[in-house]
């Protein structure tokens, strides 16, 4: 366990930049607010524990005061501007408005991190169709596993999740990515099942990771950052299961071989 001076900093709808293995410099968009919301509490979360678990799509933070605090970051330097931070985006009811205003002010390619439970809904998928980049979680390849891993709000129907995910890549022109959290080895047959769905789903690539990071014991602000040192984390944090870099390597050739998509996973040191 990690011990050490335990801060609260205060609710700023922007952060960083914080750097990013996937996407580079990447300047971050809180549109969930102080108190950490999503559907999942997934067993790896750098939020802590969810405080608020819920499907429920709201206003979180008012569209003006988002690209008020946005302005003040001109001119932007940086590589993407990420749609993040306390939980959940897509349950923010203002993430089309919220995308369209970065865009308009900024003028820099904009992301958006989901777990991509709330795809069912058409408003989601148009709203969420204005990003120029979408990663989507997909931590397993059946009810048990997600169940276990993300810990959902209620039960996911895979198939479903899956099948509303093919749906939005119909209309989304932009990146997709699909990100998967490796805690264990997984088995051939979910291997395989993984990769009939990747070559159904097409995305644009495979994002392959395993926890590097410890779990804040409880709610951090600061979790929505990147630390340079897991053991000098300004907060209370466990260690989580993780693989070897070997297994991600090995998966990700795999999967390149199968599906002929390109994978990418971070620079790991065991
Ligand atoms: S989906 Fe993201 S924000 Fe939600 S619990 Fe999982 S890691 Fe945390």
Redesign the pocket.
């Known amino acids: 366990m990690t011990t050490a001076t335990v801060s609260t900093p205060e609710f700023t709808p922007v952060y960083g930049p914080v750097w990013s293995w996937r996407y580079g410099k990447s300047l971050g968009i809180d549109p969930i607010g102080e108190i950490?919301t999503?559907?999942?509490?997934?067993v790896?979360?750098?939020?802590g524990e969810?405080k608020l678990k819920t499907q429920q799509r709201q206003i979180y933070v008012p569209t003006d005061q988002i690209l008020q605090a946005l302005a003040e970051f001109a001119p932007w330097d940086v590589d993407v501007i990420t749609l993040?931070g306390?939980?959940?985006p897509t349950l923010a009811a203002n993430l089309g408005e919220i995308l369209i205003g970065i865009k308009t002010l900024t003028q820099r390619p904009t992301l958006v991190?989901?777990?991509g439970t709330t795809l069912s809904d058409s408003q989601v998928r148009e709203q969420l169709a204005l990003a120029d980049r979408v990663s989507v979680?997909l931590d397993g390849i059946s009810t048990a596993q997600l169940q276990r891993v993300?810990?959902p709000v209620r039960e996911i129907d895979l198939t479903q999740l899956l099948i509303d995910l093919q749906e939005f890549r119909r209309i989304f022109p932009g990146e997709l990515g699909i990100q998967t959290m490796i805690l264990s080895p997984w088995s051939l047959s979910d291997r395989q099942e993984y990769q009939r769905w990747i070559k159904a789903i097409a995305p644009t690539e495979i994002q392959l990771n395993t926890p590097t990071r410890p779990k804040p014991l409880k709610h951090e602000l600061a979790g929505r950052e990147n630390h340079p040192s897991p053991e000098n984390l300004p907060y209370q944090a466990r260690k989580l299961k993780s693989v070897e870099p070997s297994v991600l390597q090995d998966f990700a050739q795999e999967i390149q071989a199968q599906t002929g998509i390109s994978v990418r996973y971070p620079p790991l040191s065991h």
Request: net charge neutral; with cysteine.
């Open positions: 950490s999503c559907s999942f509490n997934c790896y979360c750098q939020l969810i993040s306390s939980g959940e991190l989901t777990n979680k993300n810990q």
